[in-house]
Structure formats: C-alpha cells, structure tokens
C-alpha cells in the first residue's frame, strides 16, 4: 500500500478509480454531498472537477494505490482567505468498501498531516456526519467542536447530524 499525492495529470489519469470508490462509498450510505441514484458518470464528473483544481494547485489529493490502483482518497482543501493562511481543511475522505478496516483512512490521513505541516499549515478542520467515521477522527488526533442536527441528508435521504472537528499541529 503507498500513498501518493497526485498531480493533476496523474488525478486526471486516475479519475475512473477515484470514482469508483466515490460511487461505493455513496451507494453504501456516506453522506459526502451526493444523493442516490449516484451514477459513475457523476462521480466521473466529480473527479474531473477536483483534478482541474490539483492541476491549479487550489487542493492536495492524496491517494491510497494498491496493486497500481487507487483504492482510497482523501483531499487536503487550504484555505485561501488572507486571514486563514495557517488553516486547511481534510474533505472527501473515502476508502472503499472492500478495503475499509486495514487502517488506510488513518494513513491517509497521517500522510496528508505531514504535507499540511510542510505546507505551514497548524490547524486542520474536517466535517463528518456523525457515526463511524467519528472513531478514526478521534484516534488520530481530532478534536469535537460540535455537532449540528440535521445538517445534511444521507444519500438515500432522512437527516443526518455533521460534527465538526479540528486538531492543531505544529508548523
């Protein structure tokens, strides 16, 4: 397993993998934006987007390969504000079913930490809707700022609570 950061000829090159683990991790309940019926091709068009925004530098995506494919992402989103410089926040983090519990969340998000710190960035903040998700955050670090109540939607509808975390880290 070797995580990478990519690119944005190898984001655009890799678009049809990171949309298949989009499109599992919807289809099995992750509340990240999109609502079921969630087609490939969506999820194609999602990651052309990102790639386009790798390819200018805007967000850091971080990529999880095995067997020469990507099998898990996460992105690493600075924020651009003048008065935010040292802040960037962790979205998207997605590990696909068949690979889930191997500990590659965690290492994705220990690899986009250290860019983060190379970067001088000290503060990461990330959103999650509540359940699962919330034992990785916590096991590496973050810390709960608060939840809001019905925040968002699952992707095959009913609402669902986002909590939001942040954890600082040294420059």
Request: glycine share 8%.
């Amino acid at each position: 397993m070797e995580i990478a950061i990519l690119d944005g000829e190898e984001a655009r090159r890799r678009i049809p993998e990171l949309a298949l683990v989009l499109q599992d991790c919807v289809a099995k309940g992750a509340s990240v934006s999109f609502m079921n019926p969630f087609s490939l091709a969506e999820a194609i068009g999602y990651f052309t987007d990102i790639s386009e925004s790798v390819a200018r530098q805007e967000i850091i995506l971080f990529a999880a390969i095995e067997k020469g494919r990507a099998v898990a992402t996460v992105q690493l989103h600075p924020t651009w504000k003048p008065n935010q410089p040292h802040r960037a926040e962790i979205a998207k983090m997605l590990v696909h079913s068949v690979h889930r519990k191997q500990g590659i969340g965690q290492k994705l998000l220990e690899t986009a930490e250290i860019e983060a710190k190379k970067r001088g960035y000290t503060l990461l903040t990330l959103d999650t809707a509540s359940g699962e998700a919330e034992r990785l955050y916590t096991r590496v670090g973050y810390i709960k700022a608060g939840a809001i109540p019905n925040y968002a939607l699952w992707p095959d509808g009913g609402y669902c609570d986002t909590v939001f975390y942040y954890k600082l880290i040294d420059g």
